[in-house]
Protein backbone atom coordinates (compact mmCIF):
# COMPACT_ATOMS: atom_id res chain seq x y z
CA UNK A 1 0.00 0.00 0.00
CA UNK A 2 1.28 3.31 -1.26
CA UNK A 3 0.70 6.64 0.69
CA UNK A 4 -1.76 9.22 -0.57
CA UNK A 5 0.83 11.90 -2.11
CA UNK A 6 1.88 14.68 -0.81
CA UNK A 7 1.39 18.07 -2.40
CA UNK A 8 3.26 21.18 -1.52
CA UNK A 9 6.60 19.27 -0.08
CA UNK A 10 9.56 20.69 -1.22
CA UNK A 11 10.89 20.08 -5.12
CA UNK A 12 13.19 17.09 -6.18
CA UNK A 13 16.80 18.00 -6.91
CA UNK A 14 16.33 19.39 -9.57
CA UNK A 15 13.94 21.68 -8.76
CA UNK A 16 10.74 19.93 -9.98
CA UNK A 17 7.39 19.63 -9.50
CA UNK A 18 6.84 16.82 -11.77
CA UNK A 19 8.11 17.90 -14.78
CA UNK A 20 7.49 21.59 -14.37
CA UNK A 21 10.42 24.01 -12.41
CA UNK A 22 13.90 23.42 -13.20
CA UNK A 23 16.58 26.00 -13.66
CA UNK A 24 16.83 27.28 -16.97
CA UNK A 25 19.30 30.21 -16.93
CA UNK A 26 22.27 31.51 -18.34
CA UNK A 27 25.80 29.95 -16.75
CA UNK A 28 26.43 33.43 -15.74
CA UNK A 29 23.45 32.93 -13.26
CA UNK A 30 23.42 29.13 -12.06
CA UNK A 31 26.40 30.11 -9.08
CA UNK A 32 24.05 32.17 -7.73
CA UNK A 33 21.11 30.33 -7.75
CA UNK A 34 23.01 27.37 -6.33
CA UNK A 35 24.65 29.97 -3.14
CA UNK A 36 20.84 30.54 -2.66
CA UNK A 37 19.39 27.09 -2.85
CA UNK A 38 22.23 26.34 -0.12
CA UNK A 39 21.34 29.60 1.69
CA UNK A 40 17.98 29.08 1.59
CA UNK A 41 18.23 25.39 3.09
CA UNK A 42 20.44 26.21 5.60
CA UNK A 43 18.05 29.13 7.37
CA UNK A 44 14.98 27.42 6.78
CA UNK A 45 16.03 24.46 8.81
CA UNK A 46 18.23 27.56 11.35
CA UNK A 47 15.82 28.10 14.43
CA UNK A 48 17.59 31.58 14.90
CA UNK A 49 16.29 32.45 11.45
CA UNK A 50 12.86 31.38 11.35
CA UNK A 51 12.59 32.72 14.69
CA UNK A 52 13.29 36.01 13.43
CA UNK A 53 11.56 35.84 10.40
CA UNK A 54 8.72 35.68 12.66
CA UNK A 55 9.42 38.41 15.18
CA UNK A 56 9.63 40.86 12.19
CA UNK A 57 6.29 39.39 10.74
CA UNK A 58 5.00 39.90 13.87
CA UNK A 59 6.66 43.20 14.86
CA UNK A 60 6.64 44.94 11.69
CA UNK A 61 4.35 43.59 8.94
CA UNK A 62 1.29 42.87 11.45
CA UNK A 63 1.16 39.84 11.56
CA UNK A 64 -0.78 37.11 11.85
CA UNK A 65 -3.85 39.06 9.95
CA UNK A 66 -7.24 37.85 11.00
CA UNK A 67 -9.57 35.74 9.22
CA UNK A 68 -12.78 37.95 8.84
CA UNK A 69 -16.26 36.33 8.50
CA UNK A 70 -17.90 37.96 5.21
CA UNK A 71 -21.67 37.96 7.36
CA UNK A 72 -23.68 40.43 4.39
CA UNK A 73 -21.68 38.96 1.43
CA UNK A 74 -22.59 35.11 2.68
CA UNK A 75 -25.91 36.06 3.19
CA UNK A 76 -26.01 37.18 -0.27
CA UNK A 77 -24.36 34.18 -1.99
CA UNK A 78 -25.63 31.21 0.19
CA UNK A 79 -23.03 30.63 1.31
CA UNK A 80 -20.08 30.52 4.73
CA UNK A 81 -17.76 33.29 3.08
CA UNK A 82 -14.37 33.71 5.21
CA UNK A 83 -11.77 36.43 4.23
CA UNK A 84 -7.98 35.75 5.11
CA UNK A 85 -6.90 39.51 5.35
CA UNK A 86 -3.31 39.53 3.54
CA UNK A 87 -5.22 43.10 2.63
CA UNK A 88 -4.02 44.24 6.45
CA UNK A 89 -0.33 42.94 6.00
CA UNK A 90 2.18 45.85 6.44
CA UNK A 91 2.54 47.41 2.83
CA UNK A 92 -0.98 46.22 1.79
CA UNK A 93 -1.10 42.88 0.52
CA UNK A 94 0.90 39.21 1.18
CA UNK A 95 3.79 40.37 -1.12
CA UNK A 96 5.52 41.52 2.55
CA UNK A 97 5.78 38.12 3.65
CA UNK A 98 8.08 36.84 1.02
CA UNK A 99 10.41 39.82 1.13
CA UNK A 100 11.09 39.62 4.85
CA UNK A 101 12.48 36.63 4.22
CA UNK A 102 14.29 37.26 1.34
CA UNK A 103 15.81 40.02 2.67
CA UNK A 104 16.73 38.74 5.55
CA UNK A 105 18.47 35.90 3.80
CA UNK A 106 20.11 38.30 1.34
CA UNK A 107 21.91 40.21 4.60
CA UNK A 108 22.57 35.99 6.04
CA UNK A 109 24.75 36.03 2.35
CA UNK A 110 26.56 38.81 3.35
CA UNK A 111 24.91 40.69 0.06
CA UNK A 112 24.53 44.61 0.87
CA UNK A 113 21.73 45.40 -2.59
CA UNK A 114 18.69 43.60 -3.97
CA UNK A 115 16.83 44.11 -6.93
CA UNK A 116 13.54 43.77 -8.04
CA UNK A 117 10.68 43.41 -10.69
CA UNK A 118 7.45 44.72 -9.99
CA UNK A 119 3.84 44.60 -11.97
CA UNK A 120 1.19 46.25 -9.90
CA UNK A 121 3.81 47.74 -7.94
CA UNK A 122 2.95 46.08 -4.97
CA UNK A 123 6.12 43.49 -4.70
CA UNK A 124 8.87 47.01 -5.61
CA UNK A 125 7.13 48.47 -2.52
CA UNK A 126 7.17 45.48 0.02
CA UNK A 127 10.67 45.22 -1.43
CA UNK A 128 11.40 48.72 -1.06
CA UNK A 129 9.74 48.90 2.40
CA UNK A 130 12.15 45.62 3.61
CA UNK A 131 15.15 47.16 1.95
CA UNK A 132 14.99 50.48 4.11
CA UNK A 133 14.11 48.32 7.46
CA UNK A 134 17.42 46.58 7.11
CA UNK A 135 19.37 49.24 5.21
CA UNK A 136 20.30 47.60 1.88
CA UNK A 137 19.78 49.42 -1.22
CA UNK A 138 17.02 48.63 -3.78
CA UNK A 139 16.70 49.15 -7.24
CA UNK A 140 12.97 48.02 -9.02
CA UNK A 141 12.59 47.26 -12.35
CA UNK A 142 9.12 48.24 -13.65
CA UNK A 143 7.56 48.15 -17.12
CA UNK A 144 6.88 51.72 -18.58
CA UNK A 145 3.31 50.39 -19.18
CA UNK A 146 2.52 49.78 -14.97
CA UNK A 147 4.72 52.79 -14.06
CA UNK A 148 1.88 54.90 -15.60
CA UNK A 149 -1.10 52.69 -14.37
CA UNK A 150 0.69 52.58 -10.95
CA UNK A 151 2.13 56.43 -10.83
CA UNK A 152 1.46 56.07 -6.72
CA UNK A 153 3.77 52.70 -6.27
CA UNK A 154 6.42 54.10 -7.84
CA UNK A 155 6.55 57.37 -5.71
CA UNK A 156 5.80 55.30 -2.97
CA UNK A 157 9.02 52.88 -3.84
CA UNK A 158 10.52 56.52 -3.82
CA UNK A 159 9.89 57.61 -0.70
CA UNK A 160 11.07 54.81 0.81
CA UNK A 161 14.75 55.30 -1.18
CA UNK A 162 14.47 52.63 -3.92
CA UNK A 163 15.67 53.16 -7.54
CA UNK A 164 12.69 52.85 -10.10
CA UNK A 165 13.78 52.06 -13.15
CA UNK A 166 11.34 51.79 -16.01
CA UNK A 167 11.70 49.19 -18.61
CA UNK A 168 11.01 50.01 -22.05
CA UNK A 169 11.66 46.44 -23.97
CA UNK A 170 9.42 44.31 -25.48
CA UNK A 171 5.24 44.55 -24.01
CA UNK A 172 6.63 47.16 -21.33
CA UNK A 173 5.21 45.13 -18.69
CA UNK A 174 5.73 42.46 -15.76
CA UNK A 175 7.34 39.75 -18.46
CA UNK A 176 9.56 42.60 -19.12
CA UNK A 177 10.28 43.96 -15.63
CA UNK A 178 11.61 40.37 -15.23
CA UNK A 179 13.74 39.96 -17.89
CA UNK A 180 14.99 43.43 -17.36
CA UNK A 181 15.86 42.27 -13.24
CA UNK A 182 17.79 38.86 -14.93
CA UNK A 183 19.78 40.84 -17.26
CA UNK A 184 20.72 43.13 -14.39
CA UNK A 185 21.22 40.94 -11.91
CA UNK A 186 23.80 38.79 -14.50
CA UNK A 187 26.03 42.33 -13.78
CA UNK A 188 26.01 42.24 -9.76
CA UNK A 189 25.68 39.06 -8.79
CA UNK A 190 28.70 38.87 -6.10
CA UNK A 191 26.92 41.93 -4.00
CA UNK A 192 23.50 41.91 -5.10
CA UNK A 193 20.36 39.59 -4.29
CA UNK A 194 17.62 39.06 -7.32
CA UNK A 195 14.19 39.57 -4.45
CA UNK A 196 11.74 37.31 -6.84
CA UNK A 197 8.10 38.50 -5.97
CA UNK A 198 6.76 35.16 -7.10
CA UNK A 199 6.71 31.30 -6.63
CA UNK A 200 8.15 31.51 -10.31
CA UNK A 201 11.80 31.81 -12.14
CA UNK A 202 14.51 29.24 -11.42
CA UNK A 203 15.22 27.07 -8.64
CA UNK A 204 14.68 27.48 -5.64
CA UNK A 205 12.57 30.51 -6.48
CA UNK A 206 9.41 28.74 -6.84
CA UNK A 207 10.05 26.49 -3.63
CA UNK A 208 11.62 29.09 -1.39
CA UNK A 209 8.83 31.79 -2.45
CA UNK A 210 6.13 29.36 -1.64
CA UNK A 211 7.81 28.47 1.66
CA UNK A 212 8.03 32.10 2.75
CA UNK A 213 4.17 32.32 1.51
CA UNK A 214 3.02 29.39 3.48
CA UNK A 215 2.15 31.44 6.60
CA UNK A 216 -0.93 32.56 4.99
CA UNK A 217 -2.32 28.85 4.64
CA UNK A 218 -0.63 28.00 8.08
CA UNK A 219 -2.34 30.76 10.18
CA UNK A 220 -6.09 30.31 8.33
CA UNK A 221 -6.02 26.77 9.03
CA UNK A 222 -5.54 27.45 12.68
CA UNK A 223 -8.26 30.09 12.80
CA UNK A 224 -10.73 28.09 11.21
CA UNK A 225 -10.58 25.85 13.65
CA UNK A 226 -10.82 28.38 16.03
CA UNK A 227 -14.11 29.69 14.88
CA UNK A 228 -15.15 26.34 14.43
CA UNK A 229 -15.72 25.76 11.01
CA UNK A 230 -12.64 23.48 10.82
CA UNK A 231 -11.57 22.43 6.70
CA UNK A 232 -13.22 24.51 4.68
CA UNK A 233 -14.43 23.16 1.13
CA UNK A 234 -13.33 25.39 -0.67
CA UNK A 235 -10.17 27.81 -1.00
CA UNK A 236 -9.72 30.60 -3.83
CA UNK A 237 -7.05 32.72 -4.48
CA UNK A 238 -6.24 34.95 -7.45
CA UNK A 239 -3.13 33.90 -9.65
CA UNK A 240 -0.56 36.27 -11.66
CA UNK A 241 2.50 34.30 -11.08
CA UNK A 242 1.00 32.79 -8.29
CA UNK A 243 2.32 33.49 -5.04
CA UNK A 244 -0.46 34.37 -3.01
CA UNK A 245 -2.53 31.42 -4.07
CA UNK A 246 0.38 28.95 -3.30
CA UNK A 247 0.90 30.71 -0.01
CA UNK A 248 -2.73 29.67 0.98
CA UNK A 249 -2.83 26.52 -0.82
CA UNK A 250 0.10 25.66 1.55
CA UNK A 251 -1.93 24.90 4.74
CA UNK A 252 -4.47 23.34 3.00
CA UNK A 253 -2.64 20.88 0.02
CA UNK A 254 -3.48 17.70 2.09
CA UNK A 255 -6.65 18.33 3.71
CA UNK A 256 -9.82 17.64 1.62
CA UNK A 257 -10.61 21.19 0.43
CA UNK A 258 -11.13 22.01 -3.20
CA UNK A 259 -8.64 24.36 -4.26
CA UNK A 260 -8.74 27.08 -7.11
CA UNK A 261 -6.74 29.57 -8.60
CA UNK A 262 -8.47 32.35 -10.77
CA UNK A 263 -6.59 33.76 -13.49
CA UNK A 264 -7.36 37.14 -15.57
CA UNK A 265 -8.57 35.92 -18.82
CA UNK A 266 -6.08 37.81 -20.68
CA UNK A 267 -2.91 36.08 -19.06
CA UNK A 268 -4.96 32.52 -18.12
CA UNK A 269 -1.70 30.34 -18.60
CA UNK A 270 -3.23 27.57 -17.57
CA UNK A 271 -6.30 27.73 -19.71
CA UNK A 272 -4.69 29.08 -22.94
CA UNK A 273 -1.43 28.28 -22.08
CA UNK A 274 1.06 25.24 -23.15
CA UNK A 275 4.49 24.23 -21.38
CA UNK A 276 7.12 26.28 -22.36
CA UNK A 277 10.42 27.30 -21.08
CA UNK A 278 10.83 30.88 -19.95
CA UNK A 279 11.99 33.28 -16.86
CA UNK A 280 14.00 30.38 -15.65
CA UNK A 281 11.23 27.47 -15.51
CA UNK A 282 9.43 25.54 -17.24
CA UNK A 283 5.69 26.00 -16.78
CA UNK A 284 2.64 26.38 -18.52
CA UNK A 285 3.00 30.23 -20.78
CA UNK A 286 0.75 31.90 -23.42
CA UNK A 287 2.65 31.86 -26.55
CA UNK A 288 2.51 31.61 -29.95
CA UNK A 289 2.92 28.79 -32.73
CA UNK A 290 6.34 29.64 -32.82
CA UNK A 291 7.16 29.56 -29.10
CA UNK A 292 7.16 33.45 -28.72
CA UNK A 293 5.94 34.33 -25.94
CA UNK A 294 2.59 36.54 -26.08
CA UNK A 295 1.61 39.94 -24.26
CA UNK A 296 -0.65 39.24 -21.34
CA UNK A 297 -4.24 41.62 -20.94
CA UNK A 298 -5.98 42.40 -17.94
CA UNK A 299 -7.18 45.31 -16.10
CA UNK A 300 -5.23 44.62 -13.45
CA UNK A 301 -1.06 45.07 -13.30
CA UNK A 302 -0.42 42.17 -11.31
CA UNK A 303 -2.22 39.50 -13.28
CA UNK A 304 -0.20 40.72 -16.68
CA UNK A 305 2.35 37.50 -16.83
CA UNK A 306 1.85 35.27 -19.52
CA UNK A 307 3.33 32.61 -17.62
CA UNK A 308 2.26 31.35 -13.97
CA UNK A 309 4.59 29.50 -11.39
CA UNK A 310 5.77 25.54 -12.32
CA UNK A 311 4.29 24.47 -8.80
CA UNK A 312 0.95 25.71 -9.85
CA UNK A 313 1.00 23.84 -13.47
CA UNK A 314 1.86 20.56 -11.29
CA UNK A 315 -1.14 21.33 -9.20
CA UNK A 316 -3.01 21.87 -12.34
CA UNK A 317 -1.81 18.64 -14.70
CA UNK A 318 -2.38 16.65 -11.28
CA UNK A 319 -5.90 17.99 -10.80
CA UNK A 320 -4.92 18.56 -7.11
CA UNK A 321 -6.02 22.10 -8.02
CA UNK A 322 -8.45 23.88 -10.35
CA UNK A 323 -8.14 27.04 -12.02
CA UNK A 324 -10.31 29.30 -13.94
CA UNK A 325 -10.27 32.95 -15.36
CA UNK A 326 -12.23 35.79 -15.05
CA UNK A 327 -12.42 38.69 -17.48
CA UNK A 328 -12.26 42.33 -17.52
CA UNK A 329 -15.86 43.21 -17.58
CA UNK A 330 -16.42 40.71 -14.00
CA UNK A 331 -13.76 42.31 -12.19
CA UNK A 332 -15.34 46.39 -10.80
CA UNK A 333 -18.61 44.80 -10.31
CA UNK A 334 -16.73 42.62 -7.97
CA UNK A 335 -14.92 44.96 -6.17
CA UNK A 336 -18.06 47.02 -5.82
CA UNK A 337 -19.63 44.12 -4.09
CA UNK A 338 -17.19 43.40 -1.48
CA UNK A 339 -16.85 47.21 -0.91
CA UNK A 340 -20.57 47.94 -0.49
CA UNK A 341 -21.41 44.87 1.68
CA UNK A 342 -18.19 44.58 3.85
CA UNK A 343 -16.32 47.87 3.58
CA UNK A 344 -13.63 46.33 2.38
CA UNK A 345 -12.02 47.69 -0.88
CA UNK A 346 -9.79 44.88 -2.22
CA UNK A 347 -7.02 45.02 -4.93
CA UNK A 348 -8.17 44.64 -8.56
CA UNK A 349 -6.36 41.23 -8.47
CA UNK A 350 -8.08 39.82 -5.47
CA UNK A 351 -10.83 41.09 -7.10
CA UNK A 352 -11.22 38.19 -9.47
CA UNK A 353 -11.17 35.72 -6.79
CA UNK A 354 -14.49 37.39 -5.61
CA UNK A 355 -16.13 37.29 -8.69
CA UNK A 356 -15.19 33.59 -9.45
CA UNK A 357 -17.34 33.21 -6.02
CA UNK A 358 -19.87 35.15 -6.50
CA UNK A 359 -20.48 33.49 -9.58
CA UNK A 360 -20.03 30.35 -9.05
CA UNK A 361 -22.14 30.31 -5.09
CA UNK A 362 -25.39 28.37 -5.36
CA UNK A 363 -23.98 25.92 -8.49
CA UNK A 364 -20.52 24.61 -8.40
CA UNK A 365 -20.12 26.01 -5.09
CA UNK A 366 -23.06 24.31 -3.27
CA UNK A 367 -25.24 26.46 -1.47
CA UNK A 368 -23.75 26.23 2.63
CA UNK A 369 -20.32 25.74 1.63
CA UNK A 370 -17.39 27.17 3.78
CA UNK A 371 -15.32 29.15 1.43
CA UNK A 372 -12.47 30.93 2.04
CA UNK A 373 -11.25 33.90 -0.02
CA UNK A 374 -7.70 34.40 0.28
CA UNK A 375 -7.84 38.81 0.32
CA UNK A 376 -4.63 38.75 -0.95
CA UNK A 377 -4.73 42.80 -1.20
CA UNK A 378 -5.84 45.89 -0.51
CA UNK A 379 -7.57 48.30 -3.42
CA UNK A 380 -5.83 51.79 -2.71
CA UNK A 381 -3.38 51.54 -5.37
CA UNK A 382 -6.10 50.92 -7.95
CA UNK A 383 -8.58 53.54 -6.82
CA UNK A 384 -7.64 56.00 -9.75
CA UNK A 385 -7.94 53.87 -11.87
CA UNK A 386 -11.45 52.29 -10.93
CA UNK A 387 -12.58 55.52 -10.53
CA UNK A 388 -11.69 56.50 -14.03
CA UNK A 389 -13.26 53.03 -15.46
CA UNK A 390 -16.50 53.86 -14.02
CA UNK A 391 -16.50 57.22 -15.18
CA UNK A 392 -16.32 56.34 -18.67
CA UNK A 393 -12.38 57.83 -19.26
CA UNK A 394 -10.44 54.39 -19.25
CA UNK B 1 33.10 13.90 -33.22
CA UNK B 2 30.19 16.05 -34.60
CA UNK B 3 31.21 17.66 -37.75
CA UNK B 4 31.34 21.07 -36.33
CA UNK B 5 34.15 19.86 -34.04
CA UNK B 6 35.90 18.45 -36.69
CA UNK B 7 36.19 21.51 -38.75
CA UNK B 8 36.64 23.78 -35.69
CA UNK B 9 40.02 22.08 -35.06
CA UNK B 10 41.34 21.72 -38.21
CA UNK B 11 40.82 25.54 -38.13
CA UNK B 12 43.51 25.64 -35.10
CA UNK B 13 45.96 23.33 -36.37
CA UNK B 14 46.09 25.41 -39.45
CA UNK B 15 47.24 28.31 -36.51
CA UNK B 16 44.44 30.63 -38.11
CA UNK B 17 42.02 32.50 -35.38
CA UNK B 18 38.53 32.01 -35.83
CA UNK B 19 36.04 34.93 -36.16
CA UNK B 20 32.79 34.03 -35.60
CA UNK B 21 30.47 36.82 -36.65
CA UNK B 22 26.93 36.59 -34.97
CA UNK B 23 23.63 37.53 -37.46
CA UNK B 24 20.32 38.16 -36.02
CA UNK B 25 18.45 35.80 -38.80
CA UNK B 26 15.15 37.73 -40.74
CA UNK B 27 16.73 41.11 -39.72
CA UNK B 28 16.28 42.72 -42.75
CA UNK B 29 14.94 40.85 -46.30
CA UNK B 30 18.51 40.45 -47.42
CA UNK B 31 20.12 38.87 -43.97
CA UNK B 32 21.68 36.26 -46.14
CA UNK B 33 23.98 38.40 -48.51
CA UNK B 34 24.86 39.99 -45.27
CA UNK B 35 26.05 36.16 -44.01
CA UNK B 36 27.88 36.01 -47.59
CA UNK B 37 29.58 39.40 -47.23
CA UNK B 38 30.91 38.30 -43.58
CA UNK B 39 32.06 34.87 -44.86
CA UNK B 40 34.01 36.95 -48.18
CA UNK B 41 35.52 38.83 -45.40
CA UNK B 42 37.56 36.01 -43.74
CA UNK B 43 34.52 34.57 -41.73
CA UNK B 44 35.52 31.22 -40.52
CA UNK B 45 32.13 30.49 -39.10
CA UNK B 46 28.81 32.08 -38.32
CA UNK B 47 26.60 32.63 -35.39
CA UNK B 48 22.88 32.25 -37.00
CA UNK B 49 20.78 34.04 -34.16
CA UNK B 50 17.24 32.94 -34.26
CA UNK B 51 15.04 35.96 -32.68
CA UNK B 52 13.44 35.30 -29.47
CA UNK B 53 10.69 37.48 -28.13
CA UNK B 54 12.66 37.83 -24.47
CA UNK B 55 15.87 37.36 -24.53
CA UNK B 56 17.15 37.47 -21.24
CA UNK B 57 20.64 37.68 -22.10
CA UNK B 58 20.92 39.81 -24.51
CA UNK B 59 21.38 43.47 -24.14
CA UNK B 60 19.64 46.63 -25.90
CA UNK B 61 21.24 46.19 -29.89
CA UNK B 62 20.21 42.14 -29.98
CA UNK B 63 16.84 42.71 -28.28
CA UNK B 64 15.98 45.58 -31.11
CA UNK B 65 16.70 43.83 -33.78
CA UNK B 66 15.22 40.51 -32.66
CA UNK B 67 11.99 42.16 -31.92
CA UNK B 68 12.13 43.83 -36.15
CA UNK B 69 13.55 40.38 -37.46
CA UNK B 70 10.38 38.69 -35.49
CA UNK B 71 7.59 41.94 -36.38
CA UNK B 72 8.73 40.60 -40.09
CA UNK B 73 7.38 37.64 -39.48
CA UNK B 74 10.86 35.54 -39.22
CA UNK B 75 10.43 32.02 -37.60
CA UNK B 76 12.77 28.78 -37.06
CA UNK B 77 11.43 27.38 -41.21
CA UNK B 78 11.78 31.12 -43.04
CA UNK B 79 15.11 31.11 -41.82
CA UNK B 80 16.13 27.74 -42.77
CA UNK B 81 14.50 28.16 -45.98
CA UNK B 82 16.40 31.75 -46.57
CA UNK B 83 19.25 29.98 -45.61
CA UNK B 84 18.76 27.14 -48.28
CA UNK B 85 19.85 29.35 -50.98
CA UNK B 86 23.20 29.65 -48.84
CA UNK B 87 24.85 26.14 -49.08
CA UNK B 88 27.32 26.21 -46.44
CA UNK B 89 30.61 28.07 -47.31
CA UNK B 90 31.56 27.98 -43.76
CA UNK B 91 30.03 26.18 -40.65
CA UNK B 92 27.12 27.60 -39.45
CA UNK B 93 25.95 27.29 -36.00
CA UNK B 94 22.46 28.21 -34.72
CA UNK B 95 21.96 30.65 -31.12
CA UNK B 96 18.92 31.13 -29.55
CA UNK B 97 16.91 30.24 -26.69
CA UNK B 98 15.36 27.27 -25.57
CA UNK B 99 11.59 27.25 -25.38
CA UNK B 100 11.84 27.62 -29.94
CA UNK B 101 13.37 24.05 -29.90
CA UNK B 102 11.28 22.89 -26.97
CA UNK B 103 8.26 24.41 -28.85
CA UNK B 104 9.21 23.37 -32.00
CA UNK B 105 9.99 19.72 -31.13
CA UNK B 106 13.86 19.17 -30.03
CA UNK B 107 14.41 15.70 -32.37
CA UNK B 108 12.61 17.98 -35.17
CA UNK B 109 14.39 21.27 -34.34
CA UNK B 110 18.14 19.09 -34.14
CA UNK B 111 16.76 17.53 -37.40
CA UNK B 112 15.41 20.79 -39.17
CA UNK B 113 18.69 23.02 -38.15
CA UNK B 114 21.27 20.16 -39.46
CA UNK B 115 19.02 19.78 -42.83
CA UNK B 116 19.42 23.54 -43.17
CA UNK B 117 23.43 22.82 -42.74
CA UNK B 118 23.42 24.43 -38.86
CA UNK B 119 25.63 22.05 -37.44
CA UNK B 120 26.14 23.22 -34.03
CA UNK B 121 23.57 25.42 -31.27
CA UNK B 122 24.21 27.97 -28.57
CA UNK B 123 21.63 27.68 -25.93
CA UNK B 124 22.36 30.32 -23.69
CA UNK B 125 19.33 29.71 -21.14
CA UNK B 126 19.71 26.08 -21.08
CA UNK B 127 22.43 25.14 -18.03
CA UNK B 128 24.27 22.10 -18.57
CA UNK B 129 21.84 20.27 -15.99
CA UNK B 130 19.13 20.83 -18.24
CA UNK B 131 20.54 19.79 -21.00
CA UNK B 132 20.41 16.26 -21.51
CA UNK B 133 17.55 15.50 -24.04
CA UNK B 134 18.12 18.09 -26.35
CA UNK B 135 21.52 16.77 -26.60
CA UNK B 136 20.57 13.43 -27.33
CA UNK B 137 18.23 15.19 -29.91
CA UNK B 138 21.37 16.76 -31.50
CA UNK B 139 23.29 13.61 -31.40
CA UNK B 140 20.79 11.95 -33.67
CA UNK B 141 21.38 14.73 -36.15
CA UNK B 142 25.25 16.14 -36.01
CA UNK B 143 24.61 19.23 -34.65
CA UNK B 144 27.28 20.29 -31.81
CA UNK B 145 25.53 21.31 -28.53
CA UNK B 146 28.05 24.44 -27.54
CA UNK B 147 28.39 25.43 -24.04
CA UNK B 148 29.46 28.94 -21.91
CA UNK B 149 31.53 29.39 -19.52
CA UNK B 150 31.17 32.62 -17.01
CA UNK B 151 33.90 34.02 -15.23
CA UNK B 152 31.28 33.31 -12.75
CA UNK B 153 31.50 29.33 -13.10
CA UNK B 154 33.23 27.24 -10.38
CA UNK B 155 36.44 25.18 -11.73
CA UNK B 156 34.31 22.09 -10.71
CA UNK B 157 31.61 23.14 -13.63
CA UNK B 158 34.27 24.40 -15.83
CA UNK B 159 35.26 20.95 -16.29
CA UNK B 160 31.95 19.30 -16.68
CA UNK B 161 31.27 22.23 -19.12
CA UNK B 162 34.38 21.45 -21.21
CA UNK B 163 33.77 17.52 -21.11
CA UNK B 164 29.84 18.62 -22.71
CA UNK B 165 30.64 21.37 -24.85
CA UNK B 166 31.23 20.09 -28.39
CA UNK B 167 32.70 22.61 -31.28
CA UNK B 168 34.48 25.20 -29.25
CA UNK B 169 33.66 25.79 -25.62
CA UNK B 170 32.41 29.75 -25.63
CA UNK B 171 34.11 31.48 -23.51
CA UNK B 172 32.09 34.48 -21.97
CA UNK B 173 34.58 37.72 -21.42
CA UNK B 174 32.29 39.54 -18.59
CA UNK B 175 29.38 39.47 -16.14
CA UNK B 176 26.94 40.97 -18.73
CA UNK B 177 24.65 40.60 -21.20
CA UNK B 178 25.51 40.61 -25.27
CA UNK B 179 27.03 43.91 -26.18
CA UNK B 180 27.98 45.84 -22.88
CA UNK B 181 31.96 46.21 -22.57
CA UNK B 182 32.50 48.98 -20.04
CA UNK B 183 35.25 46.93 -18.90
CA UNK B 184 38.74 45.28 -19.68
CA UNK B 185 36.83 42.35 -19.52
CA UNK B 186 38.01 38.17 -18.08
CA UNK B 187 38.54 36.64 -21.06
CA UNK B 188 42.06 35.46 -19.99
CA UNK B 189 41.32 34.05 -16.74
CA UNK B 190 37.94 32.40 -18.08
CA UNK B 191 39.97 31.05 -21.28
CA UNK B 192 42.52 29.69 -18.79
CA UNK B 193 40.23 27.77 -16.58
CA UNK B 194 38.88 26.30 -19.76
CA UNK B 195 42.25 24.97 -21.55
CA UNK B 196 43.31 23.34 -17.92
CA UNK B 197 40.85 20.66 -18.39
CA UNK B 198 40.12 20.53 -21.82
CA UNK B 199 41.72 20.67 -25.20
CA UNK B 200 38.88 21.71 -27.05
CA UNK B 201 38.92 24.99 -28.89
CA UNK B 202 37.79 28.02 -26.95
CA UNK B 203 36.02 31.07 -28.46
CA UNK B 204 35.74 33.82 -26.69
CA UNK B 205 32.45 36.29 -26.83
CA UNK B 206 30.76 38.89 -24.84
CA UNK B 207 31.49 42.78 -25.52
CA UNK B 208 33.75 42.22 -28.06
CA UNK B 209 33.34 45.37 -29.71
CA UNK B 210 36.47 46.56 -31.73
CA UNK B 211 39.51 45.39 -33.55
CA UNK B 212 41.89 46.06 -31.02
CA UNK B 213 39.95 43.99 -28.38
CA UNK B 214 39.43 41.24 -30.75
CA UNK B 215 43.59 41.03 -30.98
CA UNK B 216 43.70 40.99 -27.70
CA UNK B 217 40.96 37.87 -26.89
CA UNK B 218 43.05 36.50 -29.58
CA UNK B 219 46.05 36.22 -28.14
CA UNK B 220 44.37 34.55 -25.46
CA UNK B 221 42.24 32.23 -26.98
CA UNK B 222 41.29 30.20 -30.38
CA UNK B 223 38.92 32.37 -31.90
CA UNK B 224 36.73 35.60 -31.26
CA UNK B 225 32.70 35.90 -31.51
CA UNK B 226 31.68 39.50 -32.46
CA UNK B 227 27.69 40.10 -32.40
CA UNK B 228 26.13 43.15 -30.93
CA UNK B 229 28.11 45.75 -32.77
CA UNK B 230 27.70 43.65 -35.76
CA UNK B 231 23.93 43.46 -35.40
CA UNK B 232 24.19 47.42 -34.73
CA UNK B 233 26.10 48.16 -38.17
CA UNK B 234 23.18 46.49 -39.36
CA UNK B 235 20.17 48.22 -36.93
CA UNK B 236 21.23 51.66 -38.22
CA UNK B 237 20.82 50.69 -42.05
CA UNK B 238 24.55 48.98 -42.74
CA UNK B 239 24.86 46.91 -46.15
CA UNK B 240 26.20 44.22 -47.40
CA UNK B 241 29.68 45.74 -48.12
CA UNK B 242 29.74 47.82 -45.05
CA UNK B 243 29.52 44.22 -43.15
CA UNK B 244 32.06 43.01 -45.20
CA UNK B 245 33.96 46.45 -44.33
CA UNK B 246 33.44 45.69 -40.62
CA UNK B 247 33.98 42.12 -40.54
CA UNK B 248 37.22 42.62 -43.07
CA UNK B 249 38.91 44.91 -40.09
CA UNK B 250 38.36 42.42 -37.52
CA UNK B 251 40.01 39.60 -39.76
CA UNK B 252 42.63 42.18 -40.32
CA UNK B 253 43.46 42.46 -36.07
CA UNK B 254 43.27 38.77 -36.10
CA UNK B 255 45.89 37.72 -38.24
Excluded at chain 1, 87 to 93: E, K, P, V
Excluded at chain 2, 169 to 185: F, K, L, P
Excluded at chain 2, 190 to 204: F, G, H, N, Q
Excluded at chain 2, 219 to 229: C, K, N, R
Aim: charged content about 20%; overall charge negative.
Amino acid sequence: MTDPPQFMSAPDERGRFGHFGGRFVPEALIPACLELETAFVDAWSDPSFLAEYHKVLREFAGRPTPVTPLERLSERLGIRLFAKREDLAHTGSHKINNVIGQTLLTKRMGKHRVIAETGAGQHGVATATAAARLGLECTVYMGEVDTVRQALNVFRMELLGATVVPVTSGSRTLKDAVNEAMREWVTCVADTHYCLGSVMGPHPFPWMVREMQSIIGHEASRQLEDLGVGTPDVVVACVGGGSNAAGVFAGFANTTSRLVGIEAAGGSAVGKGSPGVLHGMRSLLIQDEFGQIEEAYSISAGLDYPGIGPEHAYLAESGRAEYFAIGDQDVIPALQLLSELEGIIPALETAHAVAWIAREAGTTIPRGSTVLLNLSGRGDKDVAQVRAILNGES
Amino acid sequence: MKSLEVQLRHLRDTGRKALVPYFVAGLTPDWVRHVEAAVHAGADAVEIGIPFSDPMMDGVVIQAAAMRALEAGTTLDSICADLAALGSPVPMIAMTYFNIFHHYGLERSAGKLRASNIIGAIVPDLALEEAADWKQACDASDVATVFLVAPSTTADRVARIAHASEGFVYASARMAVTGRASDAGESGRVVASIRAVSDLPTYVGIGITTPQQAREAGEQSDGVIVGSALVKLILDGGDASSVEAFVGGFRRALD
